[in-house]
């Protein structure tokens, strides 16, 4: 096939040629190689793969496939055999050569490394019926665990860029438009705007040159959705950006990555370099009069650079400060002209979209909420990870169904959706359905897709302390609400926290609150007081218990409680006393040891130690 | 301490001299020299004609640039929200505490410096440290000693090798 791409007729012999060569039936085993599970030791299981098949020989009866981030993150990591869906999970390198001789060789399922499910105890072999996986409907994700995200040819063989082709040869730039308005897509980086009506805006206004831009700044801590879609499936976003230039009547694009995500950066670098050398991107791209260069910017490490003016001003080479939005950036962006901005997982769906049909993804969803989302389910949960729901699936279904329920029998207390933005929902709230919409007027909001879980360890109060403090450091300084009220706020949560709390401190937040979300110059400051007053509004038990008793109800609050050593229960192991960082415990050896209370610091190490339970927290 | 400004010059031309660039160029500069020295700063300053307060801005603005030398081996715990719900916040003050540092500082003996890091995407192993790109996960107060003996024992060659 001779490179670049001359015209459509080459791109489906490609895509003909890649499809007859490939065998289905063909043995693969698909493992996950994002960031997660390479944290633990995913990339040592590939090799040990390929070194165990190349010295058996088996290349023709098996192939080795390292993709990105299957979604359960939990069970790194996760080797899947295709084509029947066989799913190991905790692989280690040890596992391998026995996997090879036994499920490869012999056919026959290794019990001990299947899933087993929490409550049932039941072994599960197929992938597709694990309860974390057989609830979601993954259809932007669902490729993670099939394709080799630097190989574009995997992403062509698979039906990729065939949305391009069916915009470039039936569809005009008005068409494309209206199919995204009629599909009802709405932005999935938080702020829910309906995508269809942002690329007309930018289509209708005038400037000599257009930018589209996607956001993947993804800031919010707890979520790597949009790291493990560009990790795993960096064309599907390229493609999804060539559509929407195409309707915009763009020729440049740049896709604004966090520098925390080293392999999402060069994976997408890779694919952009593939998607240039097959004629997908540059001039007259399969030889139609359109043009669409792509480049990569690095984040310097600002969460507020995820507010598009913002990212806009960085992609300038100028400090990350919003600016009003009444001017609007798809008519006055980038360089002052036409820009459109879309986050990662929101250009994702876009050839999902044009593929199938806006009808066919309005059947998905509620009435003002279309399509599917992607979540990174973290936290006090038992199957940490991504998932990937229909709107309108319950939060309940989600903990509990998907989720797995609260590790080590304890009590759900709430769910955090939004990040910093959002607000944290009590366990009365779980039957809430998942929609832009109803997430708001409970006091949250869907954002960028964290969903935060939290047991009854966990201090409401200091939730709310957690994001204000974050916010405070992320906060660019330009405008005075956002700059000084985060900063009363965090010593007002600090004090509560500490102790220190005084009657009217819950008034005051409330007040500050409400000005700070009228007159915040962005994003940031406007919703900033969310965590705050949704704490506020669920729980304010816990803020009354800290201020009026100088309690701390979940025995979290470091200066609220204190740590003893239970004589009746100590053996005098010393474990605490090896421990502790400031030689807070005294003791010898099998004699009842003894914590000063003066010199703890109230880190619990010595709490994790015990293996007698002879540390109590009050 | 000299500066290899001939390094310098190379990376704004591979940036095309552009100022736009400037957040691109000063990332490169802080990976080739750990830091962002002020004579780097001055050279980057004179070469795309913006005056060093800007840059200055710019450099202190963004989290990814510091104008400290770091430490040999830089720790970093995780401090996003699912893992400060299992306890990361304890695992930083455990650090600073055994460190004798605040969060942000470096070793007086130039050996450690401990950063925070807002998520890091690998939730299902909070909380975690990452010691020069190596994860290490399920942390507690607990489990830290031990992993920080490692590096203490190593020699300078050692984090070399970890670096891309």
Redesign the interface.
């Known amino acids: 096939m001779n490179l670049p791409l001359k015209n459509i007729s080459d791109l489906r012999t490609l895509r003909h040629l890649l499809q007859k060569s490939r065998d289905k039936n063909k043995p693969c085993m698909t493992i996950c190689a994002g960031t997660g599970c390479q944290a633990t030791g995913a990339l040592e299981v590939v090799e040990e793969f390929r070194k165990e098949i190349l010295h058996q020989s088996l290349e023709e009866r098996v192939e080795v496939r390292a993709t990105g981030c299957h979604g359960f993150c939990e069970r790194g990591p996760l080797v899947v055999l295709r084509p029947e869906m066989i799913c190991y999970t905790h692989v280690e390198t040890k596992d391998v050569h026995r996997i090879i001789q036994e499920t490869v060789l012999e056919g026959k399922v290794i019990e001990n490394l299947l899933y087993q499910h929490p409550k049932t105890k039941e072994r599960i072999i197929h992938e597709y019926d694990i309860p974390f996986y057989k609830f979601q409907q993954r259809l932007v994700f669902g490729a993670n665990g099939e394709i080799d995200p630097t190989s574009i040819e995997d992403y062509i063989a698979m039906g990729g860029y065939q949305a391009l082709e069916k915009v470039l040869t039936e569809m005009d730039p008005e068409g494309v438009i209206e199919t995204i308005k009629r599909a009802g897509l709405r932005g999935r980086g938080g702020g829910g705007f309906p995508t269809g009506a942002k690329w007309e805006a930018c289509r209708k206004a005038k400037g000599k040159e257009k930018f589209v831009i996607c956001n993947a700044d993804e800031g919010d801590p707890g979520a790597y959705m949009d790291r493990s879609l560009l990790e795993g499936n960096p064309h599907s976003v390229i493609e999804g950006m060539l559509i929407g230039a195409y309707a915009i009547g763009s020729e440049e694009g740049y896709v604004y990555v966090r520098n925390e995500y080293p392999l999402a950066l060069t994976h997408l670098g890779i694919a952009i370099e593939a998607a240039k050398k097959y004629g997908l991107l540059g001039k007259n791209i399969l030889g139609f009069p359109f043009n669409f260069t792509l480049k990569i910017n690095r984040g310097g490490g600002a969460f507020v650079c995820g507010e598009s003016t913002a990212l806009m001003a960085s992609l300038e080479g100028r400090v990350g400060e919003p600016r009003a939005k009444y001017i609007h950036t798809v008519e006055h962006g980038l360089w002052d002209q036409p820009s459109n901005l879309n986050n990662v997982e929101t250009w994702a769906n876009v050839p999902i979209i044009i593929n199938r049909g806006a009808d066919w993804y309005r059947s998905i969803g509620t009435e003002t909420s279309k399509g599917t989302k992607i979540f990174s389910l973290v936290g006090k949960i038992n199957h940490t990870g991504l998932v990937e729901v229909p709107m309108g699936i319950t939060l309940r279904e989600i903990v509990y169904q998907i989720g797995g329920g609260i590790p080590k029998g304890k009590r759900f207390k709430a769910i955090q959706t939004g990040g910093p933005s959002g607000g944290c929902l009590p366990e009365n709230l779980l039957d809430l359905p998942v929609d832009f919409d109803r997430l708001q007027e409970a006091g949250s909001m869907m954002g960028s897709g964290g969903m935060i879980v939290m047991d009854e360890d966990n201090c409401m109060v200091d939730m709310a302390r957690y994001f204000v403090n974050f916010l405070q450091e992320e906060s660019c300084g330009k405008c005075t609400p956002c700059r000084e009220g985060l900063q009363q706020m965090g010593e007002i949560l600090n004090r509560i926290c500490e102790g220190r709390g005084k009657e009217e401190d819950i008034e005051l937040l409330q007040d500050l609150s409400w000005v700070m979300l009228d007159t915040s110059l962005c994003g940031l400051g406007m919703t900033a007081p969310n965590p705050v007053l949704s704490t506020l509004r669920y729980f304010k038990d816990e803020y009354e218990a800290h201020i009026q008793e100088k309690k701390c109800p979940a025995k979290f609050c470091k200066e609220l409680i204190s740590l003893s050593i239970d004589p009746e229960k100590c053996t005098g192991c010393g474990a605490c006393l090896k421990v502790c960082p400031v030689e807070a415990i005294t003791g010898e050896k099998k004699k009842v040891h003894q914590l000063d209370g003066e010199k703890c610091v109230k880190c619990r190490a010595c709490y994790e130690a015990c293996k007698f339970d002879a540390v109590f927290i009050q | 301490m000299p500066v290899d400004l001939q390094a310098v010059c190379e990376i704004i031309e591979r940036h095309g001299n552009?100022?736009?660039?400037?957040?691109?160029i000063?990332?490169d500069i802080q990976t080739r020299m750990n830091y962002l020295p002020r004579k780097a700063l001055v050279q980057v300053s004179k070469s795309l004609d913006i005056p060093l307060t800007t840059i200055y801005?710019?450099a202190t603005?963004?989290?990814?640039?510091t104008l400290e030398p770091k430490g040999r081996h830089t720790i970093q715990v995780c401090?996003?929200?699912?893992c400060?719900?299992?306890?990361g916040a304890?695992v930083l003050?455990?650090l600073e505490?055994?460190l004798g540092i605040r969060c942000g500082g470096t070793t007086k003996d130039l050996v450690f410096t401990l950063e925070s890091?807002?998520?890091?995407?690998?939730?299902?192993?909070?909380p975690?440290l990452v010691i020069d790109k190596k994860?290490y996960?399920k942390i507690?107060?607990?489990k830290v000693?031990p992993i920080l003996k490692k590096y203490q024992n190593s020699k300078l060659g050692d984090s070399m090798e970890s670096n891309p």
Do not use: W
């Open positions: 552009q100022k736009a660039s400037l957040i691109g000063l990332q801005e710019v603005f963004y989290k990814a640039f401090l996003g929200t699912a400060h719900v299992r306890g304890r003050n455990y505490n055994r890091v807002n998520c890091l995407g690998a939730c299902a192993l909070g975690i994860y996960g507690n107060p607990n000693d």
